[in-house]
């Protein structure tokens, strides 16, 4: 275990709602990067937060949005939410931001949208 | 853009055998890469990183090699065991240095 905890395990919405899954980070880390994983797929790279700012932004619309939290932990807001936002979200923690560090996992929150 | 590639989707291996992932990069010069397995609906657990100076790097029964040349990583798992059955990630860190690129993954099925 990585010490990484997400809520829920599992979610079910419908298409329009607005979701917010939550991520407690390995103790000691103060990164969190949010992760898409489509079934069948590698994990998409969505954004990631150090020291509380979004640090760097991957390839999806402005209706995921983030936090972090002074205690490192993060949530992940997904509004108007679309049949092709079912999957696994992951959340992951490291160290330090631009450093080269390994990313440690959650579990991950399955997502589906009806 | 960044882009990784494995080239086998599916992987079956008899136990006691080797097994050899391939994974492959374009448009990009990583530090380092790094492997990862994922167990269905959990997340990635991190297994070995190797450097661009590194050209193998061994953990037990893991051994991943590096060729920048080719623009290609090796991840050989031996005397395999239907415990080691997985998807296998192999990731590269983007050059902002802020996010792993995975490449898709390939599903291991060990049979004894």
């Known amino acids: 275990e990585t010490g990484v905890t997400q809520s829920p395990t599992h979610l079910i919405k419908t298409r329009g709602q607005q979701v917010t899954l939550r991520c407690s980070s390995q103790?000691?880390?103060?990164?969190v990067s949010w992760y898409q994983q489509a079934l069948g797929q590698g994990p998409q790279f969505i954004f990631q937060y150090y020291r509380e700012e979004e640090n760097g932004r991957g390839n999806f619309p402005p209706r995921f949005s983030g936090l972090q939290f002074p205690n490192y932990s993060s949530e992940l807001n997904v509004n108007a939410l679309e049949l092709d936002d079912s999957a696994l979200y992951l959340c992951a923690s490291s160290l330090a931001s631009g450093d080269r560090d390994t990313q440690y996992f959650g579990p991950g929150t399955r997502l589906t949208v009806l | 853009s960044q882009k990784i590639e494995q080239n086998s989707e599916a992987l079956n291996i008899q136990e006691g055998k080797t097994a050899t992932l391939t994974c492959n990069y374009t448009n990009y010069s990583p530090a380092y890469l790094q492997w990862y397995r994922q167990d269905p609906g959990r997340g990635p657990v991190f297994l070995l990183l190797i450097r661009e100076n590194e050209k193998e790097k061994r953990k037990e029964r893991l051994k991943v090699t590096f060729d920048t040349t080719l623009k290609q990583s090796l991840f050989h798992i031996t005397a395999s065991q239907p415990a080691d059955s997985a998807t296998y990630l192999c990731a590269l860190l983007n050059q902002a240095g802020t996010a792993l690129i995975f490449g898709k993954g390939t599903t291991l099925s060990v049979s004894s």
């Open positions: 103790s000691g880390h103060n990164t």
